[in-house]
C-alpha cells in the first residue's frame, strides 16, 4: 500500500473517530440538565417543610431589625398562604398608628400657623384702619405668636404705669381679634436696664410687672376670657437688643402679648417663672 494511502486511511479513521465523538457530546448535556432538575426538586422539596416557629421568628427578627411589621407571614408549604392573616393585620395597624399620628401632627401644626397668619392679619388691618401702623411688632416664635407694642409714647409713660390714651387705642384694636382666638395668652412687661431712682416703683420688676397687669385688665374689658390669660414681668432681663443705645433702650421697653401654642401652655408657668405676680397685686403709692 502506498504511503498516500495509508495518509488517506488514517485521515477516514479520525474523522470517523471525531464524529463518532460528536455523537456523544449530547449525553453531557442531558446529565446536566438531568442533575439540575434533581437539584430544583430537592430544593423545592426541602423548603416546603418550613419549619413555622423557625419561619416566624425569623421574620419577627427582621421586623425588629427593620423597624417594620412583617411583610409576609408563612404557612406550612411553598403555595400555601398565611394562616396567621389577624396577625399580618395587627402588625398593618401597628406601622400606621405612628404614620397617622404624624400626618395628625402635621395637620395641627398648619392649623396654629394659619390661625396666627389670620390673626396677624387682623391686627394688622385693624391697626390700619385706626392710623395706628408701627405701633406693634410681631414674632413668631416656638412658644407661639409674641405681640410686642412699645411703651414709650405710646402705652405708658416713661417709668409710669398708667395707660395713655395713645396705649387704649392700640389696645382697643389689639383687643377685637385676640378675643376670636381660643388661645391661651400671656402679658409681659418688659423695661431697659436703667435702675428707677425714687418715684412710685422700688425697682424695673415693679414696674414692668405693673404695666403687663394694666395692659391685661383693659384687654379684660374686650371680652377676653381671665380664665385663659396670666401676667408676668422681666424687668430688664429678656431685652429684644442690647441696652447700649438710647434707640435700643426705648425698643426694650415695651409689653408682649404672647398668643401661645396649645402644646406650649401647659409648660407656660416654666417659660414666665421670673417674677410672675398674681392679677390683684396692689399699685404702687404714685397711681
Do not use: C
Not at 405676680?277 to 404714685?286: A, E, Y
Amino acid at each position: 500500500m502506498s504511503a498516500t494511502s495509508r495518509s488517506r486511511g488514517r485521515r477516514r479513521q479520525a474523522d470517523h473517530e471525531e464524529e463518532h465523538a460528536n455523537h456523544e457530546r449530547w449525553l453531557l448535556t442531558y446529565a446536566d440538565m438531568i442533575t439540575l432538575l434533581m437539584v430544583l426538586f430537592i430544593v423545592l422539596f426541602a423548603i416546603s417543610q418550613v419549619n413555622q416557629k423557625k419561619f416566624d421568628e425569623f421574620g419577627h427578627g427582621l421586623s425588629k431589625s427593620f423597624g417594620a411589621a412583617k411583610v409576609v407571614d408563612g404557612g406550612s408549604g411553598v403555595l400555601e398562604g398565611s394562616n396567621k392573616q389577624s396577625d399580618v393585620e395587627d402588625d398593618s395597624v401597628s406601622v400606621q398608628e405612628p404614620v397617622a399620628r404624624q400626618d395628625q401632627s402635621a395637620s395641627a401644626d398648619k392649623a396654629i400657623d394659619d390661625t396666627f397668619v389670620k390673626l396677624r392679619q387682623e391686627i394688622t388691618r385693624s391697626l390700619r384702619l385706626r392710623g395706628l401702623n408701627g405701633s406693634v411688632e410681631f414674632d413668631r416664635q416656638e412658644r407661639g405668636l409674641v405681640i410686642n407694642v412699645v411703651t414709650d409714647e405710646v402705652l405708658f409713660d416713661l417709668g409710669s404705669a398708667d395707660l395713655r390714651p395713645q396705649g387704649a387705642r392700640v389696645l382697643d384694636a389689639i383687643g377685637p381679634p385676640l378675643a376670636h382666638v381660643r388661645n391661651t395668652l400671656s402679658v409681659e412687661g418688659h423695661t431697659d436696664n436703667i435702675p428707677i431712682s425714687g418715684g412710685a416703683f422700688p425697682s424695673n420688676w415693679e414696674l414692668s410687672t405693673e404695666r403687663s397687669t394694666t395692659v391685661l385688665r383693659y384687654l379684660l374689658t374686650k371680652g377676653i376670657r381671665p380664665s385663659r390669660v396670666s401676667a408676668a414681668g422681666y424687668a430688664d432681663q429678656r431685652p429684644l437688643v442690647a441696652n447700649d443705645t438710647p434707640a435700643h433702650r426705648a425698643r426694650n421697653r415695651r409689653v408682649a402679648i404672647v398668643v401661645l401654642n396649645p402644646a406650649a401652655t401647659a409648660t407656660a408657668a416654666d417659660v414666665t417663672a421670673p417674677a410672675t405676680f398674681p392679677l390683684t397685686s396692689p399699685t404702687s403709692g404714685g397711681r
